[in-house]
């Protein structure tokens, strides 16, 4: 396991698209949380789970994302009638609970045009 | 809300000078800290931790400095190198990070 895995890197979609990533986190990491990142700057909370259990969620994440991780193992967000205000690199960590474990992706950069 | 924010958006630094990157935040009951480098086209990476009962940690060419007085955080790299070029992150970590804009180092030859 060389740490987590996300698929695509980059989606180009049009507006009113649904599109699905996924992130597939270190296999005995226990946590996994998405974060959206704009250009210039940091990564912003959307949401988490423990296992398969969303534990939180940003009030960034409206009702077209949803997240879901159904085996508590990898993880999907999808986000329905895609806006441009949606463009952003969508960054997955996973966690073993010790901060020392927190691993984050290379991120899925999605563009809707 | 309470956040986490650096004080410059870009620094320039020559190739063996030591760089040092600041960031103040907000939450004075913040007790966990962490400073990330992130590459283009890459996540954070995560570089060295403070805790809050501590004012300061080394690492490999790296120092984090902590003063709870003024709520202030700085990251200090030793002899930059050009693999140092990146942007980085303070964040305060409470089960989940917030992150304040980054500062991106460009290292000059």
């Known amino acids: 396991d060389t740490g987590v895995s996300q698929d695509p890197r980059h989606k180009i979609t049009k507006r009113g698209q649904n599109v699905t990533f996924r992130c597939d986190p270190i296999?005995?990491?226990?946590?996994l949380y998405w974060y959206r990142q704009t250009l210039g700057q940091g990564p912003e909370f959307l949401t988490y789970?423990?296992?398969?259990?969303?534990?939180?969620k940003s009030r960034l994440l409206s009702d077209r994302f949803s997240a879901e991780r159904p085996k508590g193992s990898f993880s999907t967000l999808e986000i329905q009638r895609t806006e441009q205000g949606d463009s952003a690199m969508y960054l997955c960590?996973?966690?073993?609970?010790?901060?020392?474990?927190?691993?984050f992706g290379s991120g899925t950069r999605l563009t809707v045009v | 809300g309470e956040s986490v924010g650096l004080h410059l958006p870009t620094l320039s630094v020559q190739e063996g000078d030591n760089s040092i990157i600041n960031c103040a935040y907000s939450?004075?009951?913040?007790?966990?800290f962490i400073w990330y480098k992130q590459e283009s086209g890459k996540g954070p990476q995560f570089i060295i931790d403070?805790?809050?009962?501590?004012d300061k940690r080394q690492g490999q060419r790296v120092t984090v400095l902590l003063n709870k007085t003024v709520k202030h955080l700085s990251l200090q790299i030793a002899a930059t190198q050009p693999g140092d070029s990146a942007v980085y992150f303070c964040?305060?970590?409470?089960?989940?990070?917030?992150f304040g804009a980054g500062t991106t180092v460009t290292v000059r030859a």
């Open positions: 960590a996973s966690s073993d609970g010790q901060i020392y474990g927190y691993t």
């Open positions: 296999s005995e990491h226990n946590r």
């Open positions: 789970f423990q296992n398969e259990a969303q534990l939180e």
């Open positions: 939450n004075s009951a913040s007790d966990y």
């Open positions: 403070i805790r809050s009962n501590m």
């Open positions: 964040a305060e970590n409470d089960y989940k990070l917030s």
